[in-house]
């Protein structure tokens, strides 16, 4: 059965970065890309880009352009995302989600999220 | 960018009741528009795709319907487990969530 299982809770101070993974099974890894949606507390769902799991080509969410970046490695079958310069706003659940490869389609699969806090 | 708007943002409603849930798009989707499920510390949950198609193992008391730029979600009989928060998502264009909306006990 398809599974993505993400990386634990994260703490963070203001101005670091934060880098979370989703180990995905199940499935041809190489067939579909990864999407990261996040949540913060009490507010709703923000896409915040995706990533090829092909060929790692990716497309990030305008407002995130600049600290976002999205990789895999298909050897381990994970993807990551990194989050750099956060600020308080960047505290929330962070979710990969299976995607398309290419076209038109929805998250069928998604992770179990990770909380990540920026605090000082 | 596509922005999707929903309605009402919390609906307050009792075990039994019809409900439903309306979507809109800033401008066409073409139906690529699909609805989730969220209930608190949970991922959310695929419920619908293409407007009106059934993700495998959803009951049939949930249907989609809309074209274009207005779209709904319809609970024919809501049920207990049915409480929880619902969010649009457009995939016309890359993907964009509505606001969503908040299925309360009256």
């Known amino acids: 059965q398809v599974q993505l299982v993400q990386s634990g809770t994260e703490v963070k101070r203001p101005g670091a970065s934060v880098k979370v993974s989703c180990r995905a099974s199940?499935?041809?890894?190489?067939?579909?890309?990864i999407s990261w949606v996040r949540q913060a507390p009490g507010q709703g769902l923000e896409w915040m880009g995706w990533?090829?799991?092909?060929?790692?080509?990716?497309n990030y969410a305008q407002r995130l352009q600049g600290r976002v970046t999205m990789t895999i490695d298909t050897s381990t079958r994970t993807a990551y995302m990194e989050l750099r310069r956060l600020t308080s706003d960047d505290t929330a659940v962070y979710y990969c989600?299976?995607?398309?490869?290419?076209?038109?389609?929805?998250?069928?699969?998604w992770g179990q999220g990770t909380m990540v806090t920026v605090s000082s | 960018d596509i922005q999707m708007t929903q309605s009402p943002s919390t609906l307050s409603a009792s075990v039994g009741d019809r409900v439903t849930i309306t979507c809109r798009a800033s401008?066409?989707?073409?139906?690529?528009l699909a609805w989730y499920q969220q209930k608190p510390g949970k991922a959310p949950k695929l419920m619908i795709y293409?407007?009106?198609t059934l993700e495998s193992g959803v009951p049939s008391r949930f249907s989609g319907s809309g074209s274009g730029t207005e779209f709904t979600l319809t609970i024919s009989s809501l049920q207990p487990d049915d409480f929880a928060t619902y969010y649009c998502?457009?995939?016309?264009?890359?993907?964009?969530f509505g606001q969503g909306t908040r299925v309360e006990v009256k």
């Open positions: 989600a299976r995607g398309p490869l290419s076209g038109l389609d929805v998250f069928h699969f």
């Open positions: 199940g499935y041809t890894f190489n067939d579909y890309g």
């Open positions: 990533i090829s799991g092909y060929n790692g080509q990716t």
């Open positions: 401008q066409n989707v073409n139906n690529w």
């Open positions: 293409k407007t009106s």
């Open positions: 998502q457009q995939y016309n264009s890359y993907w964009t």
